[in-house]
Structures are given as structure tokens and as C-alpha cells.
């Protein structure tokens, strides 16, 4: 090896964590924004009025988010990924900037989907680039950076959320944003250098057309399906029409297309498309998880809701440290199919133990639970991105890491709609069987926070308690039902030596060694 190699070898270390640094705050952004938005949502409506609009300031959001994330992907196979994401960036500074200065709520609703078109880049963006950078047999000792990312978000985004809007106005939730998007920016442009690329197919528009439709019907169905109308009614059914039609041309345009947006033949690969279906578990168990633990504590327990997201430390800690050391076996072992099993077990043992929760149950047990539901977790998450990005060959990585990441965000809308469903039925009947359907309705229809429940008479209190405790019971069991599916799933996992992984790769797959060898990226010295 030459003298030059070798102190690029020296140096390579400390500049691909620069690297990393800076993808982790543009992951970040995308994580940290729902949560601290959730916290201002209040004072937003005070001054700009428009509450029956509010649910669109989340929605429109999380709907752009989703329809873009396959695209993104896409655009950085064809064009270069490191151009892609910094357009993402940019993109999603000028929204988050917009968001701010907007003075009334249709105003805030559109700037919020221009935010979401950019937050879809971001995540697949930052996947992508750890797949060109790093082999994935290195890959496993950044999880707990990942996981580390994603704890940071959920813990410190309402209370990071709930000071801003205290002392600097809610506007500062959004131009938080900001500086931390200029680092970001500054950084993967001086450091990040990826092969650049100049595709001569046309993006296959009609497909992206097609697959943003699809997504769009989905997560609209799964956003006001129990809520907003009836899931018998004539909207949701027309949405439900929409998808299947949609999504039935999409998969014949696909196969027609010469530069398909989401290429059928990545499904192929038995990995790819069992990662895909846990990717998915995953997102259902882990957002209806972060959806109704907090407010059983709530609820049930008389935490307070100010710090909601220190409610969730046992189950994020748990999944930080099981990443990190699943990660660290994976680099050290190349061994990876032990984990999507383990982790579900142990997903399905966390749900179910919290379905058993009721009003006598402690916070040092429930906070067991969660521990247990968070290692599963944390068994799961970076591995399903990992041996997704595995399964596909180089060319493909965008678009493998947007459609695991497009699973598990769909995932995690039908688990808040499913369980959320089953929740407000078990609470309502629940309710009725203690009061009867009118005082039932009369306290059913007030935000029953600690702080109220203390002021309802103790018969009304008690039968709350046991009916929000019955909810969670029947959403939980639901949970730990689903999971069942990704714990038989992680059985037929493959395991396919990762590339990188040198001397243990001689078995692997025809390509994957020469693959591991070629130079995917380098970093500024």
C-alpha cells in the first residue's frame, strides 16, 4: 500500500465521523420536528385561530413526508445522492422558515407540507449515505449513534418544544430549525465526496404520480378512518378504492417503466421483502407504543404531561443500549439473524406484559415493560435497514432505504389508527358500563389530563381510570398479536454474509465481495 493510502487509512476514521455528525443532525431535524411542534400546537391555535384545521398542521406533514421518501430515493440512484440531500436540506429550511413566519393556519398547513417534502429526503438521504460510505459489516457500530438520534428526539423534542414556545414564542419551534439545518449543510458540503452521477433514463413520473396517490389515500385512511368520518363511511371507502386502484396501476407501471421510481425486482430478494414486512411491524408496535404509553401514565398513573417525554425513558434507553451492543456483535461477528428473532420475541413479551397494565399497576413495572419492549426494539431497528441495504445491489441503495424507511412510516400509521380505534371504542364502552352513555359522554369529551381528573367527582375519576386502562389494554394486545407476524417472519430471514466483511464473505453471493472492495465514497482529509 502506498504512503498516500495508508494516511488516507489514518485519517478516513475521524472524517467519516464528521460525516456522521452531520447526518445525525439532519436526522435530527426530520425527528425533532413533529415533537416539539406537538408542544406548541396550543399556543398556534390561540394566535392564528382555525382549530378545526389543526389535525392538517400534522397531517399535511406527514403525508408529504411519506408520498416524497420513495422519490428522494430515486432521484439519488439516478443524480447523485449527496446533490439530492442537499437539496432536501435546503427544502426543508425554506418550509421550516416559511412555517414561522405564517399568519394564519392555511398558510401554516401549506408551508408544512413544503417542511415534509424536504423531511422525506432527510431520513433517506441519511440512510442512503451511511449505506455508500460505510460496508455494512462496519455499519453496526454506528446503530447506537442512530438509536442514540432517535432517543434524543423522542425525550427531548417536548421539552425542548414546551420551552421555546414558553420563552421565545411558538414561531422559534420552527425557526429552530435553522441553524442547526446551516451546520448540517455546511458540513456534508466540505466533507462528503460521492461518485457523482449522471443517469440518461427520465424519472418515471407516471409511477411517481401513481405511488404518491397510493400513499396518499393510505395514510389519509389511516388519519381519519375512526375520527374524522366513520370507517363504514362513503369517504373512507372511496379512499380505500383510491389506493387499491392506485397501487394496482402503480405495480403494472413499474414493470413498464425503464427507470421504475421503486424497482420490483429489489422484492426479489427474500431479505429485502421479509425486512420490508418487519420494517413495517416495527413501526406499528413502536408509534402506537409512543402514542398510548403516555397517556396511560397520564391517565391512569397522575404523571404529568409537562415532561411526557422523560415517560418514555425506560423503553428509549433500553432500545439505545441493545443497538449499540447489536451493532458492535454484527461488526465483530458478521452475524446478524439472531436479532431480528430475539427482538421479536421480546416485542411480542413487551406488548403483551403491557396489555396486562391496569389501575394497580406501578410505574416501576409498567417502566419493566417498557424495557423490555424497547430492547425488541432496539434488536430490530437498524438491523431491518441494514440487511435491507444488503440485499440490493449498490445502484439500488437509494431506493432500498426509501422503501424500508416508507414500510415502517406506514407501518406506524396503521398501528395509531388500528389501536387508536380499538382504544376509543374499549374507553367509550368501558365508560358507558360504569355511568351510563350520558355521563359517560359528558367526561369523555374533556381533554382528562392529571390535572383535570383531580377536579372530576371520585366515581367518574375511578371509571376513567379503568376504561383508559381497558383501552390500553385492547390496543396493547392488538400490538402483541401484530408482532407475532414479525417474530415468525425473522425465522426465514436469510443470513447473508454482509459485505465488507472480508475473509467471512466467501460464501456470499456472487458480486457481494467485489462490491465490498470497490471504492462507494470517500470523505475530505
Known sequence: MTKTAETSEEVKPRSVRVVLMALMIAMLLAMLDNMIIGTAMPTIVGELGGLEHLSWVVTAYTLATAASTPIWGKIGDMYGRKGSFLTSIVIFLIGSALSGMAQDMGQLIGFRAIQGLGAGGLMVGVMAIIGDLIPPRERGKYQGMMAGVMA???????????????????????????????????????????????????????????????????????????????????????????????????????????????????????????????????????????????????SVQGASATNSGLLLLPMLLSMMAVSLIAGRVTTNSGKYKIF?????????????????????????????????????????????????????????????????????????????????????????????????????????????????????????RDAYQHAVAAGTHSAFLLGAGVAVLGFLAAWFVKEVPLRGAGPAQAGGAPGEEQAARAPQASVAH
Request: cysteine-free; proline content about 3%; overall charge neutral.
Open 340 to 460: 431480528p428473532i430475539v427482538g421479536g420475541a421480546l416485542m411480542v413479551v413487551g406488548l403483551f406484559l403491557l396489555a396486562t397494565m391496569d389501575t394497580g399497576t406501578s410505574r416501576l413495572m409498567s417502566g419493566v415493560y417498557m424495557a423490555i419492549l424497547g430492547a425488541g426494539l432496539g434488536f430490530l431497528m437498524q438491523i431491518t435497514m441494514l440487511v435491507a441495504q444488503n440485499s440490493v445491489e449498490m445502484k439500488d441503495m437509494g431506493v432500498a432505504s426509501s422503501s424500508a424507511t416508507l414500510f415502517r412510516t406506514l407501518g406506524g400509521s396503521f398501528g395509531v389508527a388500528l389501536m387508536g380505534s380499538l382504544f376509543t371504542t374499549r374507553v367509550t364502552d368501558t365508560m358507558s358500563e360504569r355511568l351510563g352513555p350520558q355521563a359517560a359522554g359528558a367526561a369523555g369529551s374533556a381533554q382528562l389530563d392529571a390535572a383535570s381528573l383531580a377536579k372530576l367527582p371520585e366515581a367518574v
Open 152 to 298: 434524543l428526539a423522542m425525550i427531548g423534542g417536548p421539552l425542548v418544544g414546551g420551552t421555546i414556545t414558553d420563552h421565545m414564542g411558538w414561531r422559534w419551534s420552527f425557526y429552530i430549525n435553522l441553524p442547526l439545518g446551516a451546520v448540517a449543510l455546511a458540513m456534508v458540503s466540505a466533507v462528503l465526496h460521492l461518485p457523482k452521477k449522471r443517469s440518461q433514463g427520465k424519472i418515471d413520473y407516471l409511477g411517481a404520480a401513481l405511488l404518491t396517490i397510493a400513499i396518499t389515500s393510505t395514510v389519509l385512511v389511516t388519519t381519519w378512518g375512526g375520527t374524522e368520518y366513520a370507517w363504514g363511511s362513503g369517504e373512507i371507502i372511496g379512499l380505500v378504492a383510491v389506493g387499491i386502484v392506485s397501487t394496482a396501476a402503480f405495480l403494472y407501471a413499474e414493470t413498464r417503466a425503464a427507470e421504475p421510481v421503486m424497482p420490483l425486482h429489489i422484492f426479489r430478494s427474500r431479505n429485502f421483502t421479509l425486512m420490508s414486512v418487519i420494517g413495517f411491524l416495527v413501526g406499528f408496535a413502536m408509534f402506537g407504543g409512543v402514542l398510548y404509553l403516555p397517556l396511560f401514565q397520564q
